[in-house]
């Protein structure tokens, strides 16, 4: 795929060429010009009708885990997540021991791989909150999730963007059930606390209730909120994805 060069960009189709725009500005892609038909048919087109159900399926299971994780995600992810997730949801379904080749399914893959995935590559959790993680536990039989972090100064250990005042530390977990695309999901929050602040906080312990003994896929995420007070009311930084979302840990 070509970028468009020069003093006018265009966008359409002339010929097979097609002319289009994009977030990494524009480009320029030749039509295939394969009958989709016989992509459909074809034998020699075997592996590429295998590969697209399996992508298919990938893309099913992001939607249904970003739907889960909606109230977080929606302020705590960049532009590509989509993207990136389903990039490491294809590695997840290749991980799929049970099923051959077009018939493999993320739900019967290695979920764990999803372990400290960034939802906000322009906002790592790490270089967000440089507190430290002590602990982050999924009790499968009991259904709670526990994340702890270390006492620490937010001024110094917060990475907060231009405006903000106060932050808050979230934590969210579920059991997300990809075949029936269900899900329970329970998100908790501190307060909001100062960011200019030198005062050390306490640590920090956040619990999450699931399901007891559930025998679907567990899922914890951690994120930083960021929010700025004016006139008494606090309102969500999200401008420009600035705050810090990502997964944790996950228990199958």
């Known amino acids: 795929m070509a970028k468009q060069r020069g003093a006018f960009q265009a966008q359409g189709s002339i010929g ?4 289009f725009k994009t977030q990494d500005g524009f480009l320029i892609r030749q039509h295939t010009g394969i009958d989709p038909q016989r992509i459909k048919t074809d034998p020699k087109f ?3 009708r295998e590969n697209g159900v399996e992508f298919g399926n990938a893309a099913r299971a992001g939607k249904i885990i970003r739907d889960a994780f909606s109230s977080v995600f929606d302020s705590g992810s960049d532009n590509r997540v989509i993207s990136r997730l389903v990039k490491e949801l294809m590695g997840v379904l290749r991980s799929d021991t049970v099923h051959p080749r077009g018939k493999r399914t993320v739900a ?7 372990e400290n995935f960034e939802c906000n590559n322009t906002a790592p959790f790490a270089a967000t909150c440089k507190a430290l993680v002590t602990s982050a536990l999924i009790d499968r039989v009991t259904g709670k999730t526990t994340l702890s972090l270390e006492s620490f100064i937010p001024e110094k250990m917060i990475q907060a963007p231009p405006g903000a005042t106060h932050f808050k530390v979230v934590v969210a977990a579920a059991a997300i059930d990809l075949v029936n695309e269900t899900q329970t999901v329970d998100v908790q929050a501190t307060p909001q606390i100062l960011w200019d602040s030198a005062t050390p906080l306490a640590p920090i312990t956040l619990s999450n209730t699931l399901p007891a003994a559930s025998t679907l896929p567990l ?3 951690a994120g930083i909120e960021f929010y700025q007070s004016l006139n008494g009311h606090a309102y969500v930084l999200n401008t420009g994805a600035v705050n810090a979302l990502k997964i944790v840990k996950v228990s199958m």
């Open 219 to 221: 899922f914890l995420l």
């Open 16 to 19: 097979d060429v097609n002319f």
């Open 108 to 114: 019967d893959g290695d979920l764990t791989l999803l």
């Open 46 to 48: 075997k592996r590429t």
